[in-house]
Every structure is written in C-alpha cells, then in structure tokens.
C-alpha cells in the first residue's frame, strides 16, 4: 500500500541516509532555498553554482515548467490523476497543491526512494477532502512496482499525467528509455507525459562544467540532446503539445514566476553564494542561462 512507506521506523529511515554524499534530490532543495540537506549536498550544490553561476536558473525555470505544466493539465485538459517520480523534498507549490487548487478532486501520488524525502513525506500528505495525495518508497528503476502501489491511489482506467521532470539524467540510456515507455504503456489513452531534461545542446561549457563536479561525486548525470529528448515522446508514441520541446522558459510562459521576498541588504551581503541563491529573481532570465528542455505529450 502507499501508505506503508510512511509507517517505516524512523530509526530505519535514520539508517538509510547517507549524509556523507550528495544526493540529486538533496542538492535541487539547496537550490530552492530549502533547509533539508547535508553539508555534502551543500558542497555539491556550491561547485554546481561556482561552475556555472547562473545555475540556478536551471533548478528554479525547471520548477516553474513544473507549474505551468500541471495548471495547463488541471486547469485546460481535465486532468484529475498525477503520478509524480522522483519528486524530491516537498517545496513551495508541489504538484497536488497547483493541481488541487484548480480542482480540488485530483489524487496526486509521489515517488521517491530518498529517506530524507520519506522522512518528510507527511508534510506533502495535506490533501483537502475531497482529492487525495500519497507517497510511494520506490525507486524509477521499479517501474513496476510503482504501478502497482499507486493503483491504490490513482485509477489508471481513467487519464494520468505522468511527470518525469529533471530525473532521467540520472539514468543511462540502456535504461532510461524502457522504463518511459513501460511507464506510458501502463496508462491509459489520455495520459500525459510532462518531461524535462538537462542539456548540452544550448550552452555547453556551463553545463558541462557542472556535469563533471556531479561526476567526480559519483552521479549519473546524462546530458541527452534535442533529438534525444524527444525520443522520450516519440518511442512511447506520443503526440508531443506545443509548442514542441523546447527549453524550459519558453514552454508556455506565462511571466508568474514567484518573487521571492527580499531580505535586509546587510542580511543578504553576509551571505554566501549559494544561500542567496534562494532570493534570486529568475524573471531577467535569457537564453543563454538555460540547459534544459521541457514537453508535453499525450497518449492517443
């Protein structure tokens, strides 16, 4: 059951992490401005930014693709079920909060196998009355066993948008592609695909700058090309929505994205780099700041 991840000892959950290495999950929350990580997932996130300084536009637009993606599928497609894999640590305006927000009857579930995510999943559990949302232990190299809990949740003879947003360049190729596909052949006619994904396509001395301090840190981290990405869509035989792939800032912006409030000056300046990442406003973004691609596709 989904719920079973949430009933584990947090003594177990305590013996799971490891807070000596970086985690992609904990290194994004240092980039949002979230307090849930380690002094490993710091020192990532600082060689991250230090090699490519406008970095965190990346994380913040790849955020903010998220949440225009979700309020098109809730609010223009009618979309009512949200499988979200490799959800990360819960942040401002998680997908059952867009969604539910819009119509209040979604079921959101979220998978993750971090134990510091597990360790804070009650606080994604907050839906209202009349929706759902759940957490599932599980890993995307499983996809089946992510269906399998999550029918406890979702009713996968009705549409459901599956959101694989910045994660499949934690996986190789060999892999990665069997598991979209299986994942899309699972749902139904009607289900969605929202998928983003790092690139070296747009600028790539940043980005490969970056990809080689998450390597020497042991990540997989696959920078896949246009074609490449779109490949995700079209070998599970989607019809991808406009406006294409495209990197993320130009998917249907919207210019919404959330300021964050601004802190007293002298505050701000005895702050290192990476902590006044979280009052960045990333509205000045320009084309030469992002590596990576966003989409949309539906399943005919």
């Given at each position: 059951m989904p719920g079973d991840a949430l009933s584990q000892d947090p003594a177990e959950l305590r013996r799971r992490i490891d807070s000596s290495k970086a985690h992609p999950a904990r290194v994004y929350d240092v980039f949002l401005g979230g307090k849930d990580h380690y002094p490993a997932d710091r020192d990532a996130a600082a060689a991250g930014l230090a090699a490519n300084p406008r970095g965190y536009l990346d994380v913040r637009h790849n955020r903010d693709f998220l949440r225009r993606a979700v309020t098109a599928l809730a609010g223009q497609d009618g979309?009512?079920?949200?499988?979200?894999?490799?959800?990360?640590?819960?942040?401002?305006?998680?997908?059952?909060?867009?969604?539910?927000?819009?119509?209040?009857?979604?079921?959101?579930?979220?998978?993750?196998?971090?134990?510091?995510?597990?360790?804070?999943?009650?606080?994604?559990?907050?839906?209202?009355p009349e929706g759902r949302t759940d957490y599932i232990d599980a890993d995307l190299k499983s996809p089946e066993r992510i269906l399998e809990l999550a029918s406890a949740t979702l009713d996968f003879?009705?549409?459901?948008?599956?959101?694989?947003?910045?994660?499949?360049?934690?996986?190789?190729?060999?892999?990665?592609?069997?598991?979209?596909?299986?994942?899309?052949?699972?749902?139904p006619a009607g289900s969605r695909l929202v998928l983003s994904h790092l690139t070296e396509d747009l600028n790539p001395e940043n980005i490969r700058a970056v990809q080689r301090t998450y390597t020497e840190r042991g990540f997989t981290f696959v920078l896949r090309s246009h074609k490449d990405v779109e490949r995700f869509f079209t070998e599970a035989g989607l019809d991808v929505a406009e406006p294409g792939v495209v990197p993320v800032?130009?998917?249907?912006?919207?210019?919404?994205?959330?300021?964050?409030?601004?802190?007293?000056?002298s505050y701000l300046a005895s702050l290192e780099d990476i902590e006044k990442v979280r009052y960045k406003d990333i509205n000045d973004v320009t084309d030469a700041d992002i590596n990576v691609y966003g989409g949309l596709g539906t399943k005919g």
């Open positions: 979309i009512r079920q949200f499988l979200d894999i490799g959800t990360g640590l819960p942040t401002a305006e998680n997908v059952h909060q867009i969604a539910q927000r819009i119509a209040p009857e979604s079921r959101v579930v979220y998978v993750d196998n971090d134990p510091v995510v597990l360790a804070h999943a009650r606080a994604l559990l907050t839906s209202g003879s009705r549409p459901v948008a599956l959101c694989l947003v910045a994660i499949l360049h934690f996986v190789e190729d060999e892999e990665a592609y069997p598991i979209v596909r299986g994942l899309m052949d699972a749902l800032h130009h998917w249907r912006p919207d210019h919404a994205a959330p300021v964050p409030e601004q802190p007293e000056e």
